[in-house]
């Protein structure tokens, strides 16, 4: 049974970077079918995609947070992660890391597996 | 972006309902829709994806349907575990979008 499992501090100050990991068990993050997301859910509002990264270290991030979002994946230690820089405290948000299936070759899928989420707040 | 958008936003149920939830895509996304369950404190569940495919393990009484813009959840005979709030969630493009949710209360 695959397994994600989020990490990180659960609070940042302001104009500072957040940085979380997920940790992926009972599978390889570096399965060529897979995609990685991170999603977020901010208080009191819906899901919001921020991006996925493949095992080979390519990446598709949200234009809505593109300008400050890094991810990177470490295929020894079966993890993923995310920065995200200069936050706010609307990036305050639980922050949820989810395994993609495609449905076929490169395409289109669905997050089969997530992570239970870990809370991030932006405060100083 | 493609906007989705959820109908209604809360609805209340007795156990033993059938209930309907809606889900209209801001453009055609042919059947590229998927639906999950959302519990408090827990990890989002996939409960049926391609609009229509009851993902492994789901019980049957969850049920999908619909293509292009708008789609639907169908809950047959409401379950006291199945009180939850309820996504639906385009892949047709990045980003990828959610609905707003829908909160499933008790009666």
């Known amino acids: 049974q695959v397994q994600l499992q989020e990490s990180g501090p659960g609070l940042v100050k302001p104009s500072q970077t957040l940085s979380l990991t997920c940790t992926v068990s009972g599978g390889s993050i570096s399965s060529s079918t897979h995609y990685w997301s991170w999603i977020r859910q901010r208080p009191g509002k819906g899901l919001e995609w921020i991006g996925y990264i493949y095992f080979s270290g390519s990446t598709n991030y949200n234009p809505s947070l593109k300008s400050r979002v890094t991810m990177s994946v470490d295929t020894s230690k079966n993890h993923f992660s995310l920065k995200v820089t200069s936050v706010t405290a609307a990036d305050t948000a639980v922050y949820y890391c989810a395994r993609e299936t495609p449905l076929y070759t490169n395409s289109p899928g669905f997050f089969d597996y997530w992570g239970q989420g870990t809370l991030v707040t932006v405060s100083s | 972006d493609i906007q989705m958008t959820q109908s209604p936003s809360s609805l209340s149920a007795s156990v033993g309902d059938r209930v309907t939830i809606t889900c209209r895509a801001g453009?055609?996304?042919?059947?590229?829709l998927n639906w999950y369950q959302h519990k408090p404190g827990k990890a989002p569940k996939l409960l049926i994806y391609?609009?229509?495919t009851l993902q492994s393990g789901v019980p049957s009484r969850f049920s999908g349907s619909g293509s292009g813009t708008d789609f639907t959840l169908t809950i047959s005979s409401l379950q006291p575990e199945d009180f939850a709030t309820y996504y639906c969630?385009?892949?047709?493009?990045?980003?990828?979008?959610f609905g707003q949710g829908t909160e499933v209360e008790i009666k």
């Open positions: 453009q055609h996304i042919r059947n590229i």
């Open positions: 969630q385009q892949s047709y493009t990045t980003p990828y979008t």
């Open positions: 391609s609009a229509s």
